[in-house]
């Protein structure tokens, strides 16, 4: 079993709808959590960054940790068809650098 | 600013070859880190470099290597290639905010 697990979709969303992405993870000793987006034949670019448990909101984008499930989620409101990416989830241990577990990733298509 | 480069972007090898891919990252960063992406085990930790050292390891055999420069640049190399290495390899760079920031990677297929 993988650390971080991710539904890989694909997810397909009209456009404007609320779109809600999940990951679980089962190392309690994950503190910081992560959501990167990657399009096709692209890096992944960080999204949102979170530490520990609750809430980040930046713009469209909501992150929401909850340590108590071991639950990642990013919601993203009003969606559009430039959001048509891989969406994927990322947890860290304390002191581990820059060694970071991935989720899977989930496809997202939004649909115009 | 620029963002991290990598160079080659694309390239095919054989069975038994060797490779090495290079990674430049965002100017004042001094922290580099490299990733394999494939379609069946996703993203996974290769190494992480900072000041030329070698600061954690994956769990990749050794035919992975890397290291990294004065100016921060890193290389990584691949010996012995196998079908399975073929892969899109990414480097990321850190600077002091904690955050990794990715380049575009180099896609690398074995044949």
């Known amino acids: 079993q993988k650390e971080v697990e991710q539904d890989p979709g694909p997810l397909s969303v009209p456009e404007g709808a609320i779109v809600s992405l999940n990951c679980t993870y089962s190392?309690?000793?994950?503190?910081?959590f992560m959501w990167y987006r990657q399009y096709s034949r692209k890096g992944p670019e960080l999204l949102m960054y979170?530490?520990?448990?609750g809430n980040k909101e930046d713009g469209r984008f909501t992150a929401q940790v909850d340590k108590s499930s071991k639950y990642i989620s990013l919601f993203i409101r009003d969606s559009q068809p430039s959001d048509s990416a891989t969406y994927l989830c990322?947890?860290?241990?304390?002191?581990?650098?820059?060694?970071?577990?991935f989720g899977g990733g989930t496809r997202l298509m939004v649909k115009p | 600013k620029a963002g991290v480069t990598q160079t080659p972007r694309y390239l095919i090898k054989t069975r038994g070859q060797q490779v090495t891919l290079s990674c430049s990252p965002i100017?004042?960063?001094?922290?580099v880190s490299w990733y394999q992406q494939t379609p069946g085990q996703g993203l996974q930790f290769l190494f992480e470099?900072?000041?030329?050292?070698?600061?954690n390891k994956g769990n990749f055999p050794g035919r992975f290597s890397g290291r990294q420069f004065s100016n921060s640049r890193s290389e990584m190399n691949v010996s012995t290639l196998e079908l399975g290495d073929s892969a899109l390899y990414l480097c990321?760079?850190?600077?002091?905010?904690?955050?990794?920031?990715f380049g575009a990677g180099s896609r690398l297929t074995v044949l």
């Open positions: 100017s004042g960063h001094r922290s």
């Open positions: 190392n309690s000793a994950f503190q910081y």
């Open positions: 979170t530490y520990s448990s």
């Open positions: 990321a760079s850190r600077g002091d905010k904690n955050v990794l920031t």
């Open positions: 470099y900072f000041s030329e050292t070698q600061r």
């Open positions: 990322a947890a860290r241990r304390d002191n581990a650098g820059n060694m970071l577990t």
